[in-house]
């Protein structure tokens, strides 16, 4: 204790005694995602066209925009990983709206509330009844996910209004589309949020130590609350865009994008056990599996295959600063 | 009284109570359900259930968590159909035992990565999940290996009837014999108790609590092993998707039978009423004629039940002596 500090800092990353490259995960996630650009656009000589660049942006935006809110509850110490589910009982629920002749208002409405709702129902559980969100939400996303089968069956909903088309497939000005403009607004206001207010504090308080974070006067469970909120709507958001830009829905409509969404926040560099991790990690980490599954498409690799990757890359991410950190105190020691 | 009183608190008294009145009310409409072959059919078809949810519950007594059975279960499993057809004349007790050894060998990978990096089981098994059923499709080309391509022994294994029953039925008995000796009889299944019972405790009595963990991973990848063959044989058909969403129910069945997921609470019989609990409305709901679509929500909705009696019966019985009390504020 060299010298005592007013107000004690806490770091948004505890993990400090790690090497520098790792104090600057952002950084390294760049220049990864900077290699792959270059990778790919040697790789084939259409990948520069602006226009293959905002098809790019398509592949991950609405798993992106999901995982900027699951990052939040992730940090908090909490798990969501019904958000698929969600989707899919979120779409289900438009596509039967649509059939009885709704407007593309209306839909939107459906889609938001049915993740609203769907997030209280998580919320209540976890923070009423106090029951661990790993198990709840696995229970919700079959439950989620089976009423969507309940409703629909083998069946599939079509038909939806001309101009709902445009929260999947339209755009905002030139290349830019809804999608990805809508992705770059949450985005930043959700890392103003995590990173410059109060409540972001309090999210990185409950993560680091509930139990001192309570003491301090935070609100645990109503924080929590507002983070599951907050995740519901973010998925009713990507169910509504994932819906438009593909015109149809069946229940098994975005299966296993809890699996990429969790990746998108851990490669993100968010801390797995909660508190620490930044917004501006997982918007460079949805871009660097974006550009790596789109890359893989390019040379045409099928989709079981990218999800190897994705999984290797769940478990690399963690994998590797913990051997790294090994062997540092290896020679530190010898 | 009391005596009364301690097994209306347990979960297994409460198990027995619902399925017998589940079976009750199904039977007053359809009594068919409720004759000695139907129900032993209802065994048959739940006993790679139960196989599987008896490894789950090891993993979930040390505080982790094993997503990556069903997938283990599909890699194997399709492994298997493909030796058969290319080797049919390799004899069964080989495959069982390739089976076994393969599936223990994804299981340590589980089991090693918790164990000497210290990483989180739910991150490690979302991500080995996601990798193995990737590597079925990678051996496979994403191919089927139909009934005609597999040998009549390896299809006839699972469903010879011995003593009035299936193998594959017999197979579950043993597992479950197997495993109250392991879990109530040696010191390997006391420490999954002890590890996630309190860990600090468990390494102050001697017990390498990593090495636990590695354990419980290992003996759950061995039976999701084992489970590959008996499914691919008993539905006589393997491909990529093979138990899809299995790993759901299985982690149900262990909820179910009270196996508490904060880890050091379960019991065998628990967990194999549990399994048996699902088995029984699966194959009640198309005798009473509701829709297969609607296993799914079932089985969810069963599971947030289950997890809600759980934590009320943890919090107010406290079965568990080791955990140190937490602050309730």
Redesign the interface.
């Known amino acids: 204790m060299s010298e005592i500090t007013s107000a004690r800092h806490i770091p948004d990353r505890l993990d400090s005694p790690l090497s520098a490259a790792l104090r600057s995960w952002e950084l390294l996630l760049v220049l990864v995602a900077v290699a792959i650009f270059i990778a790919n656009s040697l790789a084939s000589p259409y990948f520069l066209d602006p226009w293959n660049l905002s098809d790019a942006t398509f592949n991950f935006t609405e798993k992106a925009i999901i995982a900027v809110a699951m990052a939040f509850l992730v940090v908090s110490g909490e798990i969501d990983l019904s958000v698929a589910g969600i989707i899919a009982l979120a779409s289900t629920l438009m596509g039967a709206v649509a059939q009885t002749g709704a407007g593309t208002g209306t839909l939107v409405l459906v889609g938001l509330g049915v993740g609203l709702g769907c997030g209280a129902f998580n919320a209540v559980l976890v923070t009423r009844l106090r029951l661990p969100s790993i198990v709840v939400t696995i229970g919700s996303m079959s439950l989620f996910r089976g009423l969507a089968y309940v409703i629909l069956g083998d069946q599939v909903y079509k038909g939806y209004p001309a101009d709902f088309a445009w929260f999947g497939q339209g755009y905002v000005w030139w290349v830019f589309s809804f999608e990805f403009v809508a992705f770059l607004i949450l985005a930043l206001v959700g890392g103003i949020v995590l990173h410059r207010t109060i409540f972001g504090r309090q999210v990185f308080a409950i993560g680091n130590n509930a139990l001192a974070a309570t003491f301090s006067g935070v609100h645990v469970e109503r924080v929590k609350f507002i983070l599951f909120l907050m995740t519901g709507v973010a998925s009713g958001i990507a169910a509504v865009m994932l819906t438009s830009r593909l015109g149809s829905t069946r229940p098994s409509i975005a299966q296993g994008w809890e699996l990429e969404a969790v990746t998108m926040v851990v490669l993100g560099g968010i801390n797995i056990n909660g508190g620490s991790g930044s917004i501006l990690g997982v918007v460079i980490a949805a871009f660097v599996m974006g550009l790596i599954t789109f890359g893989l498409g390019l040379l045409n690799v099928p989709g079981v295959i990218m999800s190897i990757f994705i999984g290797l890359m769940l478990i690399g991410v963690i994998a590797v600063p913990i051997v790294f950190r090994r062997l540092a105190a290896l020679r530190r020691r010898g | 009284m009391s005596l009364i009183r301690t097994l209306l608190a347990r979960r297994e008294t409460l198990l027995l109570c619902a399925m017998l009145a589940l079976l009750i009310g199904v039977t007053a409409r359809f009594p068919e359900f409720a004759t000695p072959a139907s129900l032993a059919n209802v065994f048959h078809d739940t006993s790679i259930l139960i196989i599987l949810a008896l490894g789950q519950m090891a993993v979930i007594l040390t505080k982790s ?1 094993d997503l990556s059975v069903a997938a283990n279960l599909a890699f194997t499993g399709m492994t298997v159909a493909m030796l058969n057809h290319a080797f049919p004349d390799l004899s069964i007790l080989v495959l069982m035992g390739l089976a076994l050894t393969m599936g223990l060998a994804l299981g340590a990978i589980n089991g090693l ?1 918790v164990w000497r ?4 089981p ?3 098994t ?6 193995y ?3 079925a ?2 051996e496979s080309g ?1 191919a089927w290996v139909n009934a005609h391509e597999m040998s009549p022994a390896f299809l006839e294994l699972p469903r010879a009837v011995v003593a009035g029953l299936p193998v594959l039925s017999w197979l579950a008995i043993l597992a479950i014999g197997l495993s109250v000796l392991l879990f109530d009889r040696t010191p390997i299944g006391r420490a999954f108790f002890a590890t996630g019972g309190n860990a600090v405790a468990a390494v102050y009595t001697g017990i390498d609590v990593g090495r636990t963990r590695f354990y419980a991973f290992c003996l759950s990848g061995m039976l999701a092993g084992l489970s590959g063959y008996l499914w691919v044989s008993r539905y006589a058909v393997a491909y ?1 998707d093979v138990a899809g ?1 299995f790993e ?1 129910n299985v ?2 069945a262990c ?1 179910i039978g009270g196996v508490s ?2 880890g050091g609470i379960g019991s065998v019989a628990g967990t194999v009423l549990g399994a048996l609990f699902l088995g029984l409305i699966m194959n009640a709901l198309p005798v009473i004629g509701v ?1 297969p ?12 039940a289950a ?2 009696i759980n ?1 009320r019966a943890e919090r107010s019985v406290g079965r568990n002596i080791l955990r140190r009390k937490e ?1 309730v ?1």
């Open positions: 968590i990565m990096l210290n990483m989180p739910i991150v490690v979302l991500g080995t999940l996601t990798i059923r990737g590597l499709f990678v994403g990529v969403g759901l982690i149900a909820v997921i904060a829709s679509f609607w296993q799914m929500a079932i089985s969810g909705a069963v599971i947030i997890v809600t934590a602050i504020l």
